[in-house]
């Protein structure tokens, strides 16, 4: 039975066909293409929703994928969703998204992308939607760059982690423009942010420069990898989510597609509203609050004048940066001097990218400690929403090495020199 099936879908494969002008390719010896590259990201509530994009090198007809909250379910019992696909001028690829919603919060789901071969196969997690459920664990960073095996190294470091989602400040890649470096990037991402046992982490994406052609103050559509391959709340760039009711995390767009200034009344409208939050977190690419570069730079001034009043009038708790390539802490800050109501800024954005030489902190007041380090942040919010723990996570963690007796044998699955 299955290889009858398998021979009508390869055979009708074998052709070219035609939806709404479209031209498809499929693959000469006309098995459909791989899915690969899931990413995993949120448009609305991730107590009740969740978007799931994946690539396949040509078009595929009927891209779909199944779900249900027991991987051992019978037929009936999974859910199935065809995926609406697309394509953009800069890639030979084509992506498939599916956005799951009415989901049950604090609740895992299996799901199967469909392939007759090579079907795609995890689980993933949604957000309690009411406190005392669980602790959330989530991870900072950003500038995953060019280094690509010390990006690898930090990647798994990311998944023993066993975090709900990461937070990204930009600067994924080099060349905005170069669909290898995205296609290592993604290949990485699908290989290496899943758990042992199989579950997949989300990413909530801010945009930095190395995403834009131009790297600053340019048009959507000199960014088209980041606006296609995250599908984030529009306009993508900047936008809330919410995490349950004591978290909010507000992702900026530090003039790469949008002016600093012009999100000016947006951040302080969506700070408003997000009044009732116990904690409330901003992230963006550029440092206000340098722990590299000069601190009288055009943007991170820009910065400190449109957005960090608005962080202090509504209280923002941490600030997520990047772009620096250094660790950094800052002290707390208010009316720019350190003040214990303040607001801490961390950072730099370590996660590949080359270290820089980091600024001495003991003669810079705003810093509180800064290393030149590979690193992302582990941030833990408790399970009564009343504390959040912010701890560095440092590449590479400390190895073991083993000392062998003089004239013994080499023990069993050691190193030899
Ligand atoms: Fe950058």
Redesign the pocket.
């Known amino acids: 039975m299955y290889k009858t099936i398998l021979i009508i879908i390869l055979t009708l494969l074998l052709f070219s066909c035609k939806d709404n002008g479209q031209e498809f390719k499929t693959e000469t010896i006309g098995i459909p293409s791989v899915p690969d590259q899931i990413v995993l990201t949120w448009q609305q509530d991730p107590s009740t929703t969740l978007t799931i994009t994946w690539r396949t090198e040509m078009a595929v007809e009927e891209p779909v994928l199944r779900y249900s909250e027991s991987s051992t379910a019978s037929a009936g019992k999974w859910t199935k969703k065809e995926a609406e696909s697309f394509t953009f001028e800069q890639t030979s690829s084509w992506f498939h998204t599916v956005e799951l919603t009415q989901l049950t919060p604090d609740a895992e789901y299996h799901v199967v992308i469909e392939h007759p071969v090579s079907p795609e196969q995890f689980f993933f997690r949604t957000i309690p939607a009411e406190r005392n459920q669980r602790e959330l664990v989530f991870l900072a960073g950003a500038?995953s760059r060019t280094r690509r095996d010390v990006r690898r190294e930090i990647n798994i470091l990311a998944a023993l982690q066993d975090p709900d989602f990461v937070v990204f400040a930009?600067?994924f890649i080099n060349n905005a423009l170069s669909e290898n470096e995205w296609n290592e990037w993604f290949d990485d991402w699908h290989e290496l942010l899943i758990t042992e046992d199989g579950r997949r982490i989300p990413i909530v994406p801010a945009i930095?420069?190395?995403e834009v052609a131009g790297g600053f103050l340019q048009p959507r559509s000199k960014a088209p990898f980041f606006y296609n391959r995250f599908v984030t709340p529009e306009p993508r760039n900047y936008y809330t989510l919410e995490f349950g009711p004591d978290l909010a995390i507000i992702t900026l767009d530090s003039d790469h597609t949008k002016e600093i200034s012009q999100q000016n009344q947006w951040l302080d409208n969506a700070l408003h509203s997000q009044a009732d939050k116990k904690w409330k977190i901003v992230q963006y690419?550029?440092t206000a609050w340098p722990g590299a570069r000069s601190f009288d730079e055009g943007i991170p001034v820009k910065i400190r004048e449109n957005w960090v009043p608005i962080f202090e009038k509504h209280n923002v708790n941490l600030v997520v940066e990047?772009?620096d390539h250094v660790f950094k802490k800052t002290v707390p800050i208010r009316n720019n001097k350190e003040d214990d109501s303040g607001v801490i800024y961390i950072g730099d954005?370590a996660w590949g990218a080359p270290l820089r030489e980091v600024k001495n902190p003991e003669n810079l007041w705003w810093l509180d400690e800064a290393l030149s380090a590979d690193h992302f942040w582990k941030i833990t919010l408790s399970k009564d929403g009343e504390s959040l723990r912010v701890e560095p996570v440092f590449r590479p963690l400390v190895k073991a090495f083993i000392l062998q007796a003089e004239g013994s044998e080499t023990a069993e699955g050691s190193e030899t020199p």
């Open positions: 500038d930009g600067d930095g420069n190395h690419h550029v990047g772009h954005g």
